[in-house]
């Protein structure tokens, strides 16, 4: 009994291993080829038909690669600390289903776990960061620490909300209540700020500080090369499919989908997840960085607050037993609302600047 | 006995370059950073130095203009005009007018590619991937162009002392007017992209900035002076070629910080466009080639011409003792001269801003080093 049970298990682990792998490939494909359409050019095509066949090439380039490890570098921490990266991200599978009968290991608290379990990698950078012995590994680890601790909260504030609205933290209970209104029309706010955390979170542009390749030139990363460069690769692209798949789950309305037969869950929520995906490449075509001040004042200025007033407007719609649409028109709202103020206090004043110049040169010319 | 272990936090010393994707070659700076703070910066070049101005003095003039090409590697044409027209005003040349439009043209169109290819680094410096596509799929209109005028891409080689090496191909005119159309629709999608973005706006904006007064006395010219306000342009100021015939407008900001000379830089390439247009109505049939002889002998005497380069005012010290070889050649380069400030500009900003405004100054470090 006890050892169906363990063979189970081990055997879920492998398909695991071996379905984030493809998954990472994939990604790593998709990226290439979504980014190289988006900025005119047609990305990989000599590798297999369509360039399919460019990650494994690069993984195994990769592998096959010289381990080099600085010669004053701490050894121990520095093989640590891409497999304390790694872990944590792979971790979180054990809890995340894919269809109501697709998930390893069903938790009630599936959610607190998910958690609880993500945070661990940023104990992974800043040990990356600062066994490396190099100045930016350590401005990159100590960045990282900084950027993941604070954005932490408002990714936990937004599951929250979630958590509120579907009474559990089990994430078979939360995708079930989506059945009729998936949560992304109910409390828009709360995926706003979810995504974004989350997009921080992975160190993806614009928020790709720590790694940041024109500063630091790739931050805690920067001395590792080969296999273990590779893990940290591996790590970084799973956690971003994780807050795609965690998008899904938790605003998305997951595996449901009108009129569609059970057995197609996982595949919608694959589809739904990769269209995310896709979303934060857009990011990454579209953005520049921000700077390490303008992250944390956005952090804390921004994100925390408005991810409490979702809370709190949540709770008061509970509370009162106002419809949901109230709810979503609040959320809708607020976002606007930010979306005026940005454009009010950045992009008004600087276009009123740039036609102030234009009208002065023109002018110039006039009285020339 | 009891000691008192005092803790204290010294600055930590990080040395950017020469070997750094931000320097945009092999510049290299020493920061002495607190945190995210820079305390002091401390610049270094010389990783490029190639002796030019003394090779130039073993050099026919003829060949020097090579040597011109390689300087300001980005902007080709406009330094090999400097050195030819420095020895065309010692020897009192008069240059065909079509050949002057044909300088003006390319000139112009090499000053949209710098910026172009300055717009590109300026989005990855402030960690942007798109625009730098963007900018070289614009670039390489450009570059085609130039290759099917001179054979090359870049280090063309193709003024003369007294006209330019042949004439342009037949079809220039049509080739000319056609990828100015894309060139224009391609600019504007650069702009759209990147020049209002949020992000890009609080990354550039206040940021190094310089006053005007300051400007002048580290002798700052080109785009970073008229970004702090002072219209000053070699085009306008001190005419020289057929830019006297042209209209054209010299952009001018007011704050002098990383935006205002990026959105400087995005104007000028529009004003180049319109520049390009007229020469191209303008431009007369004739010779492109002076009656010289062979060998260039300028009489002795000494000259110093300037131009307008991308970077800002290029000139050049030529010294005549009336040989086939100049006796000294002496240049001064804008980007050595929008180095100058660096300190004054980095002092206090974050780590990450001192990318950004090196990228806002818009070096190259051929032209630095020389």
């Known amino acids: 009994m006890i050892g169906r049970e363990v063979a189970l298990a081990a055997a879920g682990l492998v398909a695991l291993f071996v379905g984030l792998s493809v998954v990472v490939l994939s990604l790593v494909w998709l990226e290439r080829k979504f980014l190289g359409r988006l900025q005119g050019r047609i990305g ?109 909260i408002p990714v936990i504030m937004a599951v929250l909300g979630v958590v509120m609205l579907a009474g559990s933290m089990n994430l078979l209970t939360v995708v079930d209540k989506q ?73 998305l309305g997951g595996w449901q989908w009108p009129h569609l ?53 949540t709770g008061i719609q509970l509370y009162y037993r106002w419809p949901s649409w109230s709810l979503s028109l609040m959320s809708l709202g607020i976002i606007l609302a930010m979306a005026y103020w940005q454009y009010r206090t950045q992009t008004a004043p600087a276009q009123a600047l740039a036609r102030s110049y234009s009208q002065r040169a023109y002018s110039q010319r006039r009285g020339a | 006995m009891t000691t008192e272990k005092q803790q204290e936090t010294v600055e930590l010393l990080l040395n950017m370059g020469p070997q750094h994707p931000a320097t945009h070659g092999v510049f290299r700076m020493v920061l002495w950073i607190d945190g995210e703070r820079v305390v002091d910066v401390e610049p270094h070049i010389g990783y490029l130095h190639r002796g030019s101005e003394k090779l130039c003095e073993g050099e026919s003039y003829a060949q020097i203009v090579t040597l011109f090409d390689r300087l300001d590697y980005i902007a080709n044409f406009n330094n090999e005009l400097v050195v030819c027209r420095a020895a065309e005003k010692l020897m009192g040349v008069e240059v065909p007018e079509r050949a002057q439009y044909i300088r003006v043209i390319l000139c112009e169109l090499n000053r949209i590619a710098s910026h172009l290819l300055f717009y590109g680094t300026y989005g990855l410096d402030a960690g942007a991937m798109t625009p730098v596509l963007y900018a070289f799929r614009e670039r390489e209109r450009i570059q085609n162009l130039f290759e099917a005028v001179s054979g090359a891409r870049m280090m063309h080689n193709f003024f003369r002392i007294g006209g330019v090496n042949e004439d342009v191909p037949p079809d220039f005119g049509q080739r000319v007017r056609r990828i100015m159309g894309e060139l224009r629709r391609g ?11 949020e992000i890009f706006l609080s990354r550039t904006r206040g940021i190094g900035a310089i006053d005007a007064e300051t400007a002048i006395d580290y002798g700052l010219t080109g785009p970073n002076l008229r970004a702090c306000g002072v219209p000053y342009d070699v085009r306008k100021d001190d005419p020289y070629e057929v830019y006297d015939r042209l209209e054209f407008d010299v952009p001018v900001a007011e704050h002098g910080d990383c935006w205002d000379r990026y959105w400087l830089r995005v ?52 010294v005549s003792d009336g040989g086939p070889k100049p ?44």
Request: charged share 15%; hydrophobic share 55%; aromatic share 12%.
């Open chain 1, 44 to 152: 990989p095509m000599r590798v297999g038909p369509f360039g399919l066949l460019q990650p494994v090439a690069d993984a195994v380039k990769l592998i096959l690669k010289e381990d080099v490890v600085p010669a004053w570098a701490d050894k121990g921490l520095f093989w640590i600390a891409p497999i304390l990266m790694f872990v944590p991200s792979f971790m979180v599978w054990v809890t995340i289903p894919f269809s109501r009968d697709l998930v390893i290991r069903n938790l009630d608290m599936g959610l607190f776990y998910f958690i609880a379990v993500s945070v661990v990698s940023v104990v992974g950078l800043v040990m990356a960061g600062w066994s490396s012995a190099s100045k930016y590994a350590i401005l990159g680890g100590l960045r990282s620490a900084a950027q993941l601790v604070s954005y932490e």
């Open chain 1, 179 to 251: 059945a009729s209104v998936p949560y992304i029309l109910v409390q828009p706010l709360g995926l706003a700020v979810f995504l974004i955390a989350g997009v921080a979170e992975v160190g993806r542009t614009p928020f790709d500080i720590y790694p940041a390749e024109s500063e630091i030139v790739g931050g805690p990363f920067v001395e590792y090369s080969g296999a273990h460069w590779a893990i940290f690769f591996l790590a970084e692209y799973i956690n971003t499919f994780v807050v795609a798949l965690l998008v899904t789950l938790l605003f």
């Open chain 2, 187 to 197: 600019m504007e999608e650069c702009d759209r992209l990147l020049s209002f973005n």
């Open chain 1, 261 to 313: 037969p059970g057995v197609w869950a996982p595949v919608v929520v694959l589809v739904k997840t990769y269209l995310v995906v896709m979303v934060i490449f857009w990011f990454r075509a579209t953005f520049p960085r921000l700077r390490i001040d303008q992250l944390m004042a956005f952090g804390w200025q921004v994100l925390i607050p408005l991810s409490f007033v979702n809370i709190v407007l």
């Open chain 2, 327 to 370: 006796y000294r050649v002496k240049v001064r380069p804008p980007s050595f001269c929008s180095l100058m400030p660096l300190k004054h500009l980095m002092r206090g900003c974050y780590v990450a801003d001192c990318v950004v405004i090196l990228g806002s100054i818009d070096i190259v470090l051929g032209e630095v080093d020389r």
């Open chain 2, 267 to 318: 104007q000028e390439m529009y004003q180049s466009l319109h520049i390009v247009e007229q020469c191209l109505e303008q431009m007369p049939e004739g010779p492109v080639m002076a009656q010289l002889r062979r060998i260039a002998r300028p009489p002795k005497g000494e000259v110093f011409v300037h131009c307008e380069n991308p970077r800002g005012d290029l000139g050049v010290y030529l």
